[in-house]
């Protein structure tokens, strides 16, 4: 069981350019969640997916869009990349239960820099 | 400002010493807090979960407190290890499933 794995694990672009971040889970889990983080402030929520064939925006959406593939992917895409999208960005998957808390696991995370 | 303050901002312990992390959440209705654990250059990892009616609980040399009255938690940890150095990251969730995440509070222990 790998979890949950991203791809690539650092990137650099220059403004302008585009890219797609990768995110793979092998627990079954039917929600999927893109968050950046950014140094003193806390975990944002760009988009999730609570099932597959379903997404929705986050705190922070501008810029992104995304893809569930699949129950296991949900990639994020930067379609032209600013400075201000230099973060670490992770994926999370869970699997709510009515009545009980879930938990979220969280992939290792990729490093992004924007010049 | 944010609706999950964590304190101290980053801490600095000897091995075998007692810490306790503080979090304060104006978060609203209240569903449940949980307690992460960020090594460096690696995602959260989930320590302990508190809902409502819950005042303590522990993992391990980890024990968090919750009083949901002044919503505050506390993260307090035992006879700390080097391998306790991590981000602690205090996350509350709302009723309608929303989610605030506090900035963390960066734990450093030194033998």
């Known amino acids: 069981n790998a979890g949950v794995t991203q791809t690539p694990k650092f990137q650099v672009l220059k403004t302008g350019q585009s890219m797609t971040l990768q995110c793979a889970q092998d627990m079954n889990h039917n929600s999927m969640y893109w968050y950046r983080q950014d140094p003193g402030m806390g975990l944002r929520l760009i988009y999730y997916s609570a099932s597959e064939g379903t997404t929705d925006k986050g705190e922070v959406p501008n810029g992104y869009n995304v893809s569930r593939l699949n129950k296991r992917e949900f990639s994020l895409r930067l379609e032209s990349a600013a400075p201000s999208q230099t973060s670490v960005y992770f994926c999370?998957?869970?699997?709510?239960?009515?009545?009980?808390?879930?938990?979220?696991?969280f992939g290792p995370g990729t490093r992004l820099t924007v010049l | 400002k944010n609706q999950v303050e964590q304190s101290p901002q980053s801490l600095i312990i000897l091995e075998g010493k007692n810490c306790t992390l503080q979090c304060n959440y104006t978060v609203s209705p209240f569903s449940n807090l949980r307690w992460y654990k960020q090594d460096t250059g690696r995602g959260p990892v989930s320590l302990t979960i508190m809902t409502f009616s819950e005042n303590t609980k522990s993992n391990g040399r980890y024990t968090a407190t919750l009083d949901a009255d002044t919503k505050q938690s506390s993260l307090h940890i035992t006879a700390s290890q080097l391998s306790d150095s991590a981000s602690y990251i205090c996350v509350v969730r709302n009723r309608n499933n929303d989610m605030r995440f506090g900035a963390g509070t960066r734990l450093t222990v030194k033998p």
């Open positions: 999370a998957s869970t699997s709510p239960i009515a009545g009980v808390p879930d938990t979220q696991y």
